[in-house]
């Protein structure tokens, strides 16, 4: 068993290596995913979760959706709405997509496209709101409907023409030149951000939107150091993707919480989901809020560290602490202790302070139950009740039981 384990890992750590995605388009939810087109339906983050066991966060996500696209005219309504069973539910990693925290797609949202041009997959994340207020943080009031409403109208639709005009972009190769300036590509996005105005820019300037329009799109990436977060996460789902199913893997390829319960994907257990209580983060809480206000932790983006960046590269992005709560040292000893529960450097994602080590690459379960060694997170905090939105942002851990019972359904116990 030993010897099959080691080649199917083998197998799972080349298809992550050999992975090239690039970005693709930008659609319409509806028409990218058909789960959102039968009507009134919704992706969310994490393993699937019924109305009834969603966290306070993700209910006032999907209370603003719904009101975003019309479904209620009002937050009660929505919520009456979602109670009754008016609205159908998905866990968006099981169509192929990501959300960030809440990670509610609703079927009107302009969507990133990316294509693994080596295995020909694709997957799909919503366009990011920016901090503070925000959907997928479980803010809802009308600040947060009216920038849905134009990141709808004129960000999707012309980021889309841009794209359309210059092409693809090669999002696995700006990942590693933004790590190599200070991006750990999870919490930390400032050089990434930056290298994706540069290469949409020049072609917005060619769309036939108004210069007035432009200018917003522009001032507004550039005002939002976590554009570029969706993008690894998108980038992220299409390189594990191609791992699932490997029999015998014990390599994680998917990571995420929806706030009630943390989930896992294995390789070798395809798209089965191991799941546990969720858990909470432990962080830097912005002024005038503690752990009493925080929600559960809840989000997609964590399969960017099952890919190697986010918290397994925190060595390459000191500046990193200042967010989240950690010194510079710390972040390099975080990065440093991955590598005891991974069976691989990325021979992309290169750290300049470790002399470009490649970041740890391919979570094995095994490793993490004989070291006792969990996987590093950094997350986003959100408030608990619904208007306030991200309130800190810091480390968090998978809880054991998952890693546990992954073992145990591959007999590896």
Not at 88 to 107: K, L, Q, T, Y
Not at 143 to 153: G, N, T
Not at 266 to 285: C, D, N, S
Not at 382 to 398: D, F, L, R, S, T
């Amino acid at each position: 068993m030993g010897t099959n384990v080691e080649m199917a890992n083998r197998e799972v750590l080349e298809r992550l290596q050999r992975a090239q995605v690039v970005l693709a388009r930008v659609g319409t939810a509806r028409k990218e995913l058909p789960f959102l087109a039968q009507g009134k339906a919704l992706l969310h983050s994490g393993p699937p979760v019924a109305w009834e066991h969603m966290c306070s966060g993700m209910k006032n996500a999907v209370c603003g959706a719904a009101v975003y696209e019309g479904w209620a005219q009002s937050l009660d309504e929505a919520e009456q709405l979602a109670a009754a069973g008016g609205i159908a539910f998905a866990s968006a990693n099981d169509h192929h997509a990501v959300g960030p925290m809440a990670g509610i797609i609703s079927p009107s949202m302009p969507v990133w496209q990316f294509e693994n041009q080596t295995y020909g997959n694709r997957a799909w994340v919503t366009m990011n709101e920016g901090l503070g207020k925000t959907l997928r943080f479980g803010a809802n009031g009308p600040e947060v409907i009216e920038r849905l409403k134009w990141m709808e109208q004129v960000l999707g639709p012309t980021v889309g023409q841009a794209l359309e005009l210059g092409g693809p972009i090669d999002l696995t190769e700006m990942l590693s030149r933004g790590i190599q300036r200070g991006d750990e590509a999870h919490n930390r996005n400032k050089a990434c951000t930056s290298l994706l105005i540069r290469a949409l820019a020049p072609w917005l300037v060619k769309t036939a939107a108004s210069r007035e329009n432009i200018f917003d799109i522009l001032k507004f990436l550039d005002g939002n150091d976590h554009t570029f977060l969706n993008l690894s996460m998108g980038l992220s789902k299409a390189t594990m993707e191609p791992a699932y199913g490997v029999e015998g893997s014990t390599i994680v390829t998917c990571m995420c919480t929806n706030g009630y319960e943390f989930g896992i994907h294995v390789a070798g257990l395809g798209e089965r989901w191991i799941t546990a209580p969720a858990v909470q983060a432990k962080g830097k809480y912005f002024p005038g809020y503690s752990d009493q206000d925080a929600n559960p932790t809840m989000g997609d983006s964590y399969v960017s560290e099952a890919n190697g960046i986010g918290g397994f590269a925190m060595g390459a992005a000191p500046g990193i602490g200042q967010f989240i709560g950690i010194t510079a040292q710390e972040a390099v000893q975080m990065t440093l202790d991955m590598y005891a529960i991974t069976d691989a450097e990325h021979e992309t994602f290169k750290i300049p302070a470790l002399n470009f080590r490649g970041t740890p690459l391919g979570i094995d379960v095994r490793k993490v139950l004989q070291t006792g060694v969990l996987p590093v997170i950094n997350t986003g905090i959100a408030h608990k009740e619904p208007g306030v939105g991200q309130i800190g942002a810091g480390i968090v851990y998978p809880p054991i039981e998952v890693f546990e019972k992954a073992a145990a359904a591959m007999g590896q116990l």
